[in-house]
Nanobody, 122 residues
């Protein structure tokens, strides 16, 4: 079992930057993928980015070139640096983990954090 705790959400103006973090604990040696998803009001939860234990990165087209995901295996943390934020980035951001090497299929992730709110004002 892996526990995930997000932090760092908040309110920012359009064009600004924000960083959210995910601290994971428990059976971390079994983790292969840690990812970020987001869910806006009235919409389905969607994939944002993921990082594999070996360092491979993958992004949704909507955030590519604006967001950067990074993983620190020594500290058991994954961060999502978000730049050039847009109002449509407003959502609750969730950290998720899988024991497999997966991409954007949310059903492949079996551990989830509680989420952190990111609000981008226009």
């Amino acid at each position: 079992q892996v526990q995930l705790v997000e932090s760092g959400g908040g309110l920012v103006q359009a064009g600004g930057s924000l960083r959210v973090s995910c601290a994971f604990s428990g059976r971390t040696d079994s983790l292969r993928t840690v990812g970020w998803f987001r869910q806006a009001p009235g919409k389905e939860r969607e994939f944002v980015a993921r990082v594999w234990s070996g360092g491979s990165l993958y992004y949704a087209d909507s955030v590519k070139d604006r967001f950067t995901i990074s993983r620190d295996n020594a500290k058991n943390t994954v961060e999502l640096q978000m730049n050039s934020l847009k109002p449509e980035d407003t959502a609750v951001y969730y950290c998720a983990a899988s024991g497999l090497f997966v991409a954007g299929d949310r059903s492949a992730y079996d551990s989830w954090g509680q989420g952190t709110q990111v609000t981008v004002s226009s």
